[in-house]
């Protein structure tokens, strides 16, 4: 009968709706917890600041300089403090008050951003005090991003870690969608300065946050007499895991060969694609776009089988988006390649940051999460400095493309001697 039918479909239309509201729920249900929820909001907030600096920054070195040397340079100034003092920030993220140390560090990048803005407003700044600003500013980073990926656990517990790392990884990256695209109008309607202060005015957010966090008592960490100690500590435990070595391996090959992009962009969007600032922008806000997306399905799926199939697909995926970007001539064919540019690299890295999280002790995560940091963040200037010097001999697009080729022939190679590493969970 035709009420039957009527009946039929609005219970179809409630069911649907239900298992909608569901689905949503799944990938956002670490922010029911309020700590996680002022954490990730405060973060997010922050992270757009950032990349507004990354960008004004990258154009002011062009402007001052006119070189692709003094861009990877730059780059490589601001991540080589995570290659030297990273694996130490990990020990003091595994002994100390971890949203103390954040609070901390956060205050002292603000500053950093807050100088750098008043050195650009009065014209005199060069390169050589961007440079030291990057190298302290490195310094900061170097604390942070141990600590930063160890509270998450801290925050959410097991069973939302995966969930809570993809949300992590959809704010940072939902951030370079929006903070090079505004970026993009910023330089021209409030200028460079105008970036820095903002990025500056932004770290009061996640600060604002880390002060209503109240974390749950932790048990108190296993004693050792010193730092060098506690390093030792966090070496062996790591040496004697193999597949937490091919993991990093993983993402060390990303970071050395495939992450310079980001440091070249402007010469790409001001010498290859003639796209200027607002261009740039929006190259940066593609890969973000893609790395977000990717983070969603990686929240919707949660717990899922064959995490280590992913980390491998993704690599290889990486690699072979690079080499694409590095050979486009045109501005729309590029925004593609750097979309799945982002995708691949945050199915990647987050799946990887999930396994090394799962499958280690809690009381050396920290200095786990530290070596995560290292080969992701801190072998970023040798990558930077590597590039870019192979960009100012070859070309950046030759450079790239060189290197999106390494990183794919580098995980195929890993995955086919090691097959313990697809089965990975």
């Known amino acids: 009968m035709w009420w039957e039918v009527t009946v039929d479909r609005a219970e179809v239309a409630i069911e649907t709706g239900a298992l909608r509201s569901r689905g ?43 070189s692709p040397f003094w861009l990877g340079f730059v780059g490589f ?60 500013s490195g310094v900061m980073t170097a604390l942070t991003l141990p600590t930063y990926q160890a509270i998450v656990r801290d925050l959410v517990g097991p069973e939302d870690l995966m969930n809570a790392i993809a949300l992590n990884s959809i704010q940072f990256n939902l951030s370079r969608v929006i903070g090079p695209t505004l970026a993009g109008f910023a330089v021209g309607a409030i200028g460079v300065a105008g970036c820095f202060y903002l990025n500056a005015v932004s770290f009061l957010a996640l600060i604002f946050a880390l002060r ?54 402007p010469v790409f969007a001001r010498d290859i694609l003639h796209c200027g600032a607002t261009g740039l922008g929006y190259l940066m806000a593609a890969s973000g776009l893609g790395a977000v997306l990717g983070a969603v399905v990686l929240a919707r799926l949660g717990d899922f089988r064959s995490k280590g199939t992913l980390a491998v697909l993704g690599g290889i995926t990486f690699g072979l988006s690079t080499f694409g ?12 390649f750097l979309f799945v540019d ?58 790239l493309a060189i290197g999106g080729l390494i990183i794919a022939a580098f995980v195929v190679g890993l995955a086919a001697s090691a097959r313990d590493l697809l089965r990975l969970s």
């Open 325 to 336: 970007f590095a050979l486009s001539r045109t501005f729309g064919l590029s925004l593609f």
């Open 24 to 66: 949503a729920g799944r990938i956002f249900r670490a922010l029911r917890n309020r700590n996680y929820r002022l954490f990730w909001t405060g973060s997010f907030l922050s992270n757009i600041g950032t990349w507004m600096q990354s960008v004004a920054q990258g154009w002011l070195v062009l402007q001052l300089s006119n």
């Open 212 to 265: 209503r966090i109240r974390l749950p008592q932790m048990s108190a960490p296993p004693k050792t007499n010193s730092l060098w100690e506690g390093f030792l500590e966090g070496v062996a435990y790591v040496r004697a895991q193999g597949r937490i070595l091919r993991l990093l391996a993983i993402v060390a090959a990303i970071s050395l060969f495939g992450l310079p992009y980001i440091t070249l962009l």
């Open 342 to 399: 982002g995708w691949a690299m945050v199915s990647s890295a987050a799946v990887v940051n999930t396994l090394l999280q799962t499958h280690v002790s809690s009381h050396v995560r920290g200095r786990v999460m530290s070596l995560y940091t290292l080969s992701f963040m801190g072998l970023m200037p040798v990558g930077n400095l590597m590039m870019g010097s192979l960009a100012e001999w070859i070309g950046a697009p030759w450079a």
């Open 77 to 136: 100034a601001g991540s080589l403090p995570v290659l030297v003092f990273s694996l130490i920030g990990g020990v003091v993220a595994d002994l100390f008050d971890r949203r103390r140390l954040l609070l901390l560090t956060q205050t002292g990048l603000m500053l950093l951003a807050l100088g750098l803005g008043t050195l650009t407003e009065l014209r005199i700044v060069t390169v050589g005090h961007i440079v030291t600003i990057a190298l302290f």
